[in-house]
């Protein structure tokens, strides 16, 4: 369970980071204050996914509470083939293109310090990672298009 409480620790550290990070897309009266119906979805659809995984990640550890690493969990991702093929797809997707997308797109999109995006994938779920992303971008959009010509 200490590693649930570390990596929840460091779930809710990377998410305030990330709106540290691009707080002037947040200040109340900036150029893009206001939640969109999106961007609101965004958070919906983000909430429920990290609550979603939390609830099967706190399983996963009551049920192996002996056995209960990363190198376990993901040997557990295998176990058949239909697990397999999505395991795989969420691997590659999460560990290799999220952290391209996020490096290369969101600067050129106006976001700060967008990795962190990725790096709170490791920690909260992807959904949820990717929800807050796109979210940001959302409000970072709205943020370009009210700014004085």
């Not at 649930?4 to 150029?31: P, Q």
């Not at 939390?54 to 993901?74: C, E, G, L, M, R």
């Not at 994938?121 to 709205?142: D, K």
């Amino acid at each position: 369970m200490l590693s649930l409480l570390v990596h929840a620790a460091l779930g809710i550290l990377t998410t305030v980071l990330s709106f540290r990070f691009n707080g002037h897309l947040y200040e109340r009266g900036s150029r893009a204050s206001g939640v969109s119906a999106l961007e609101a979805l965004y958070y919906a659809i983000a909430t429920g996914s990290v609550l979603t995984g939390w609830y099967f990640n706190i399983a996963y550890v009551k049920t192996y509470p002996d056995q209960a690493s990363w190198a376990h969990f993901t040997k557990m991702l295998f176990t058949n083939p239909a697990a397999s093929s999505g395991a795989q797809d969420l691997i590659v997707t999460n560990a290799i293109l999220f952290p391209l997308w996020t490096i290369v797109d969101g600067p050129r999109r106006g976001l700060r310090q967008a990795w962190i995006f990725f790096v709170m994938s490791l920690f909260t779920s992807f959904g949820f990672s990717m929800g807050l992303y796109l979210a940001a971008q959302e409000r970072q959009v709205r943020w370009k298009a009210a700014r004085p010509a």
